[in-house]
């Protein structure tokens, strides 16, 4: 017995892993479901995308499978897809002429300073969103039961327009200098002691600030929003709209993603694996190749706008929507250039250069199966549309309606001079603005933890306002180019003066809307409006001013306001 108890038995058999029935599943999802976004977990970061169909199952960097060569009916039967015919020798491509200009469309600002394009860009118009709605949120967070009064919350004064330049100065500077935590820039600790932070307000004040800090209505809670970015909406409108209307940019454009960081939960929070931050909240943006953002967008999810299938393609004709029959020459990678959507481009005369997945359909089959050496390349060309593939190091697919199959010298940064294909030489010349605009922004991070997604959103858009103005400030201004360092404190040292500007005192005394006492039926009792009623009006209110001497009665909104403006409080 004790023998039998000292050998060793047989091993557990060893689970067979497998991830069959996970296939099945991504199987009849792609061919039942009518969009390709159920299963899209990253997105395309990568300029290149190898051969082999193995390595395409591979590439973690994105599931797309809208334009795979197939065709689905509605009982999930592979269609057969007409083949479009190619052609090996030259064909004539389209010749579009640039009809406008590059150039500002305003006049430029005051002398020409640093502080002139700030406020070119940051105008009264969102100053004013940035306060309204800043201080609509703190009133309806003071009217919720549950604040204690010894909170920060409950000291609010409304805000206004020199205070929050003030804050949104600080907030720029904080990027400047860089220290852990917001509370550390107001230690008086010998290891701190940064005064130029309390010199212009108070911890209290710019966390209270910061906590109210909105850019859209609240809508009702129980209601489910159909727009998830309502909360940014008035952003992305406002900065869309300003870039319009105040700028056109050059004739080379380049359309790419860019995240946010985001790690907590958020229904459409994305990962991207070669990105900086892997997780968080993708944009695409429209840029020129300095780096200049000229339109951008969130993707929400498959529900969105620009959600669904043909999605890479409704990202393209969203963002390049403005722009359109001036014959821009736009720049993207392989998750985005299709030959369906070159055509479509072409018909709006405009040329469409990048990469290209040698999966996507309507690509020639011997551009697909050609086995080249190094430095090798074939193409075809159809319908003003060239498709082809070279080798370097590895094989490259690509796309181009605006430039042939030519082999032309080019010299990389060591010096070295090397053939290339030219489509590939000239995506790899202007295919770099969202890569700059993320390296410049890297410099002077505004990151902070919260838990509150759309404030992230919000700060980001104030860093791309920023970086924007820089940008046309180097571009429009006489003498030699300003560093970003040194526009920055240009910026600051006219929001921030020497001599700080009068602060908004906050006292034990305040102005906020409070509920009456609870009846006997449960809800708060209500009583006549008093302004109401000196328009003859009839209309009762469960809110009233506790701070006022007698206590009146009043709308939460407008009549607390307009009672309190009358009496100078």
Known sequence: MSNKLNESGPSRPKRICTNRGYENRI????????????????DSGSDFMAEASSQVANDSESSECSDIDVDVDDTGNIQNTPTQSWFEEETDMPNFNFTKYNELLVPIPGDGSPIDFFFLLFDDDFIDLLVDETNSYAEKKFSRIGHYPSSRISTWKPTNKDEMLTFLALIIHTCTIKLNRLNDY??????????????????????????????????????????????VRPLIDYFNNKMNTIYYPKKELSLDESMVLWRGRLVFRQYIQNKRHKYGIKLYMLTEPAGLVIKFAIYTGVFDDIGGQGHASKVVLHLIS???????????????NSFDLATLLIQKN??????????????????K????????????????????KWRDKRKVAYISTEFKNNLVVSTNKRGHNKTKPEPIVNYNKFMSGIDRQDQMQSYYPCTRKTIRWYKKIGIHTVQMLLMNSFYLYNKYKIGSNMPLYDYRLSVL?????????????????????????????????????QLCYTQKIRKDT??????????????????FNDFHSRINI
């Open 493 to 529: 040292s006219v929001l921030l003066p020497k001599v700080p500007k009068p602060r908004i005192l906050t006292s034990k005394v305040n102005h906020l809307p409070k509920k009456h006492q609870v009846g006997k039926n449960g809800r708060a009792i209500r009583k006549r409006c």
């Open 322 to 336: 403005e722009k359109l029959e001036n014959g821009h020459s736009l720049y993207m990678d392989n998750f985005y």
């Open 27 to 42: 199987e009849q999802m792609i061919f039942e479901s009518e969009s390709d976004e159920h299963f899209e977990f990253s």
């Open 350 to 367: 405009t040329y469409c250069t990048g990469t290209l997945r040698i999966n996507r359909k309507n690509t020639p089959v011997e551009v």
């Open 369 to 388: 199966q050609a086995k080249l050496k190094k430095d090798e390349t074939i193409a075809r060309y159809s319908n003003g549309v060239v498709i082809g």
């Open 186 to 231: 107001w230690k008086k600790h010998h290891l701190f002691n940064i005064t130029c932070f309390s010199n212009y307000m108070s911890r209290d004040r710019f966390l209270v600030i910061m906590r109210c800090f909105h850019f859209a209505p609240n809508i009702d809670d129980q209601a489910q929003p159909l727009d998830r970015l309502y909360k």
């Open 542 to 559: 469960a809110y009233f001013c506790d701070a006022c001497p007698e206590q009146p009665s009043l709308c939460q909104q407008p009549c």
